[in-house]
C-alpha cells in the first residue's frame, strides 16, 4: 500500500512537472510574439547584473580591511569583461568565480 501511495506521488509529480513544461509550447505556438516580452527578452541580462551589482554593495563594510576592494575589482574585472565580450551569462559566471577568488585571498 505504502509503495503504490509512492508511486503515485512520483507520477502525479511527473504529470504536473511535464504539463508546465510543455503546454505553453503547445499554447502559444501560433501567436506572435508580443512587444513587452521583447523588450524583457532584450533587457533582462542587464536587469540582472544591476540587481547583482546593488546586492553585491549591499552587505560591504568600507571601514574594515580590504575596504571593499575585493568587491570593487570583481565589479572592474565584469565591466570590461562584458565590454569585451558582450555576453551577460558569461559575465556573471566569472566575475563570480573572481570575486569568490578575491575574498578567499583579499578578505
Do not use: W
Not at 1 to 25: D, H, K, Q, W
Not at 78 to 99: E, M, P, R
Request: some cysteine; aromatic content about 20%.
Amino acid at each position: 500500500m505504502f509503495e503504490n501511495y509512492i508511486l503515485m506521488m512520483i507520477l502525479a509529480a511527473f504529470i504536473g512537472t511535464y504539463l508546465s513544461r510543455v503546454l505553453p509550447y503547445h499554447l502559444f505556438k501560433h501567436k506572435e510574439e508580443s512587444k513587452n516580452l521583447l523588450f524583457i527578452q532584450k533587457n533582462m541580462p542587464l536587469l540582472i547584473i544591476v540587481v547583482l551589482f546593488f546586492y553585491t554593495f549591499y552587505g560591504v563594510d568600507f571601514s574594515k580591511a580590504p575596504y571593499g576592494l575585493d568587491i570593487i575589482l570583481a565589479c572592474v574585472f565584469v565591466f570590461f569583461f562584458h565590454l569585451k565580450f558582450k555576453n551577460a551569462l558569461l559575465s556573471i559566471v566569472l566575475g563570480t568565480i573572481f570575486c569568490m577568488i578575491c575574498l578567499r585571498f583579499l578578505g
